[in-house]
């Protein structure tokens, strides 16, 4: 039975989907085509019917995974999603979890199509933060402002990383959480009024 154009894509951004869950959940190289393909309820030969390589996949997945968190991220005041974002909940949930804190360190020893994808998934990010906390006063403050969003994101980054680095039932990975969460709200990530 020959599938169609429309189910030929709907079956792609499925794989893709599942390729970002798992990936988040495993690492790249904990995900082989076989299971990925098994798990997304296809054969193992379609795969390449659809990516010529599991690079390119991997590319499409963190570009799909960023725009999962920034879907998430959109409309959340800045306190709720530092709330949620340092939460044990956020922290056990790592199929559903954030893309950065999940795959940057996998990343880092990837090809660049994968570098490209996480460096414009980050500016979305940031943009979708700058969007929500309003239009600068000026370019040095737009400057100030940006220097502040990026902080806060590699903080609260690190802060996940090192949490699920301890085991599940650590009193650390919550120590973790906590003081970061707390530092992070103490400074607020400024708005358009300051």
């Known amino acids: 039975m020959k599938v169609t154009?429309?189910?030929?894509?709907a079956n792609r951004a499925r794989?893709?989907?599942t390729a970002a869950a798992l990936f988040r959940e495993r690492g790249y190289d904990g995900v082989g085509i076989a299971d990925l393909m098994a798990v997304a309820g296809f054969t193992h030969g379609g795969f390449y019917k659809h990516f010529p390589s599991k690079?390119?996949?991997?590319?499409?997945?963190?570009?799909?995974?960023?725009?999962?968190?920034?879907?998430?991220?959109e409309g959340v005041d800045s306190a709720a999603f530092v709330e949620h974002y340092l939460s044990r909940e956020h922290r056990d949930a790592r199929g559903?979890?954030?893309t950065m804190a999940a795959l940057c360190g996998d990343a880092a020893r990837q090809p660049e199509p994968i570098?490209?994808?996480?460096?414009?998934?980050?500016?979305?990010?940031?943009a979708t933060l700058a969007r929500q906390s309003g239009a600068p006063q000026d370019a040095q403050r737009e400057g100030e402002l940006r220097a502040r969003r990026i902080e806060v994101i590699a903080q609260v980054i690190g802060a996940l990383v090192l949490s699920r680095a301890c085991p599940?039932?650590?009193?650390?990975?919550?120590?973790?959480?906590?003081?970061?969460r707390a530092a992070v709200l103490s400074r607020r990530p400024p708005t358009q009024g300051g």
């Open 5 to 9: 154009k429309a189910q030929a894509q």
């Open 15 to 17: 794989i893709v989907e």
């Open 55 to 73: 690079a390119d996949l991997l590319a499409e997945a963190a570009t799909c995974g960023f725009a999962q968190t920034a879907t998430k991220a």
């Open 96 to 98: 559903d979890g954030c």
């Open 115 to 126: 570098k490209a994808a996480f460096a414009a998934g980050i500016e979305g990010l940031l």
């Open 168 to 180: 599940d039932d650590s009193a650390l990975a919550d120590e973790i959480l906590d003081v970061c």
